[in-house]
C-alpha cells in the first residue's frame, strides 16, 4: 500500500478564465499553474494594449508585486492567497482561489450503526456525502472515501484502500494535526491517521486511473477539520468539515 512518494518537480493544473482586451486599459484573460509540487501558483495573463506594467493584488487588494511581463509565479512559501488579481492600467481582473467547503454531521464509527464513511467527488463543483460502507462504490470515478474508524480506542480517518473495502479512484493520504494555509509537500502523507477533536488534517486526493503516485493535473489538495469528536458507547461520533483546492489542480494553497 503506498503511503510515502517521491516527487520530480512538475508543472501541475490549469485553469483558465475569460476576460477581454482593452485600449490602455481593461480585464485580462489569466491562465494559472501549480508548479514545483504544487506550494507555487504560476500566473500568465494576456497582454493589453499600452499597458507596460502590471500589478498582482491579494485579496485585500494590496500589491503583491509588480511585473513589465505577463506572467509572475507567486511562492506559497511567501503567502497563500484566496484571491488574486491583475490589475492591467486600473483595470483588475479577479481569479478566485477560495477553496471549496462542505460539512458532515453525525458520522460514527465504524463498530457502531449509522453512517461512518465520508465521500467526496472531485471537480469543479465537488459533492460531499455521508454514507454507509455499502454505498461505498470504489469503481466510481473521480471519488474517494474515508471512514472513522475505531482502532482498539483510538479514533482514526482511513482512506478506503486502508480497509477491506480496497482502493477507489481517488485515494486520500493524510498529514498529521497541522496549522496554516499551506499543505505539505506529498512526502507527508498516510492512507490513515489518527484523529482528536478540532484538528486538522490536509488530504492529498491522488488519482488512481492516471499518474498514481506522483502528482499531476488530476490530483487535489484539501483539508479536513475534525469537530464535536466524542465517544459514543463503544465508538466515538463526529462532524467534519472539508475543504478543497478545487480552483487549480495540484495546488496546495488552503486559504479559507
Sequence with gaps: MKRFYLLLPIAVGALVIGGCNGGGSGNVDITAEAVNNGADLKLTWTSVEGVS???ILDENQNVIATTNDTTYTLAGADGVYSMIYIDAGGTKTPFDLTPWEGSVTDIVSHDL???SWVKITFGD???????QQSDVDVAEANTGYFVLYNNSGTPEIRDASATSVGQAKMELAFSDNMTGDLAPDPGNYATGRAVADGGFYFFWADNTAT???EMD???YFG????????SSG???????????QHNVKGLRWLKM
Design 53 to 55: 506594467e502590471y500589478k
Design 211 to 213: 499518474g498514481y503516485g
Design 113 to 115: 450503526t449509522g453512517n
Design 223 to 230: 483539508g479536513v477539520k475534525v469537530s464535536n469528536l466524542s
Design 234 to 244: 463503544t465508538g466515538y461520533t463526529a462532524d467534519f468539515t472539508i475543504y478543497i
Design 125 to 131: 463543483n465537488p459533492t460531499l456525502n455521508a454514507i
Design 217 to 219: 493535473e488530476n490530483d
